[in-house]
Nanobody, 126 residues
Framework: QLQLVESGGGLVEPGGSRRLSCAAF????????IAWFRQVPGKEREGISC????????YYADSVKGRFTISRDNAKNTVYLQMNSLKPEDTAVYYC???????????????????WGTGTLVTVSS
């Protein structure tokens, strides 16, 4: 069974940091681009970052650029999202998704995703 599992969510104070993990089970992440999305109740899911499979090229939405960093550890079959300088407006459920196997680019288009995790909640509050 193919699964993506996010972890690392929780409560963090404004200005703090958190690292999210996206682990794959049943398939290898080596060949897939990975994207991170987030969603607040009542709003559309927002693509915030992605990393390609073979070149490691990355993309960040303006809302997180300079504060978040995406990386991958293929040996651990895991992709990470390091989140620094967190703000209350970063509060959301964060999802990872796999797409574009064997491609050289990545995307944050919702309809381009092949597999989704179930999400992890990050709450930024004092």
């Amino acid at each position: 069974q193919l699964q993506l599992v996010e972890s690392g969510g929780g409560l963090v104070e404004p200005g703090g940091s958190r690292r999210l993990s996206c682990a794959a089970f049943g398939f290898s992440l080596d060949y897939y681009a990975i994207a991170w999305f987030r969603q607040v109740p009542g709003k559309e899911r927002e693509g915030i970052s992605c990393i390609s499979s073979n070149t490691g090229s990355t993309y960040y939405a303006d809302s997180v650029k300079g504060r978040f960093t995406i990386s991958r550890d293929n040996a651990k079959n895991t992709v990470y999202l390091q989140m620094n300088s967190l703000k209350p407006e970063d509060t959301a459920v964060y999802y990872c998704s796999a797409h574009n196997p064997y491609g050289s680019s990545c995307s944050t288009r919702f309809d381009a995703m092949d597999y989704w995790g179930t999400g992890t909640l990050v709450t930024v509050s004092s």
